[in-house]
Every structure is written in structure tokens, then in C-alpha cells.
């Protein structure tokens, strides 16, 4: 493991911490040459994944694909990484449990752009831009539209519940 820093590899484990669903560990760790901080997460390698592209390529599954997608998406919004590593996390864990070893990329982008709707919707949007590649205006526009729709749906359901 090297420091994403300095690229050094002497460093220590400040806290472990297992997730919520014990299938990873979160270690927080110092680099002991240029003394920063960073977070590092272990999971058990399961059965190996496969991803079918649009084209018919066939490649192994990712998750640096997408936390890097997500990043890209959410930057400069209040989504933390630990949030993106839960949504991977999570997305990966419903692959494994499917019958089939392989998976389409359409299956892995639903999945993902669903979870991400529900943590924010302009890093959604931004994601969605890409994913459903989007080409016009009027493509946001309609993304918009559908947002709109579903968070006065849900503000209505909330003030509903609380009356």
C-alpha cells in the first residue's frame, strides 16, 4: 500500500473500524515519512465479476470505475467519501448475490444512479449527464422536470405524515 501523497509505503494504522454489514474494514492511517492522513478500506475478494459493456467487451468489474465516476460527479457537494465507498459497497454486494457471475454495464449504472439520487440530486444530475449521455438542453431540462416531480411529491407525503 502506498501513501496517495508521497507514494512512500512505511506507514501506520491509526484505527480500524468494521462496516456496518461486516463485509469490509475501514483503516485510517499516517504516513511515517510526510505524516498525513489517509483512509483505506479492505474487503474480502469474492467471486470475480464480470462486466459486459455496451459494445459486447467483456472486462472485470471495477469499483475505481465508479468511485472515480462518483467523485467527478459529487465534487464541491456535501457527499462525503464514505458515502460514495457505502454506495459502492452496497451496489457490489447486490452483483455478488445475483446467480450470474456477469453483469451489464446498464445493470451497474441503474444501480448506482439510483442510490446516488437519493443521497444528491444536482451530484445525480451530474452523473446522469454522463451515464444516460445526455446531448441536449432539453435532456437536463426533462431530468429536472422528473427531479421537481419527485421531491414535491415526497415534501407532500412528509407534510402528509406529520399532520
Known amino acids: 500500500m502506498r501513501c496517495p501523497y508521497c507514494g512512500s509505503t512505511n506507514h501506520s494504522v491509526l484505527e480500524s473500524r468494521q462496516s456496518e454489514d461486516g463485509a469490509s474494514f475501514r483503516r485510517r492511517r499516517e504516513c511515517d515519512t510526510c505524516h498525513k492522513r489517509f483512509t483505506t478500506y479492505e474487503r474480502v475478494e469474492g467471486v470475480d465479476l464480470t462486466v459486459v459493456k455496451k459494445e459486447g467487451t467483456v472486462e472485470p468489474f471495477d469499483r475505481e470505475k465508479i468511485r472515480k465516476g462518483?467523485?467527478?460527479?459529487?465534487?464541491?457537494?456535501?457527499?462525503?467519501?464514505?458515502?460514495?465507498?457505502?454506495?459502492?459497497?452496497?451496489?457490489?454486494?447486490?452483483?455478488?448475490?445475483?446467480?450470474?457471475?456477469?453483469?451489464?454495464?446498464?445493470?451497474?449504472?441503474?444501480?448506482?444512479?439510483?442510490?446516488?439520487?437519493?443521497?444528491?440530486?444536482?451530484?445525480?444530475l451530474l452523473f446522469a449527464s454522463v451515464y444516460k449521455d445526455f446531448g441536449r438542453l432539453e435532456d437536463f431540462q426533462s431530468e429536472i422536470r422528473e427531479l421537481k416531480k419527485e421531491t414535491e411529491a415526497n415534501h407532500i407525503k412528509t407534510k402528509h405524515h406529520e399532520t
Open 70 to 124: 462518483l467523485i467527478k460527479a459529487t465534487w464541491k457537494r456535501p457527499v462525503t467519501l464514505e458515502q460514495i465507498e457505502e454506495l459502492i459497497t452496497e451496489v457490489e454486494r447486490k452483483l455478488r448475490r445475483r446467480k450470474s457471475t456477469q453483469v451489464k454495464s446498464w445493470e451497474i449504472g441503474n444501480l448506482v444512479i439510483n442510490r446516488l439520487r437519493r443521497i444528491d440530486k444536482v451530484g445525480y
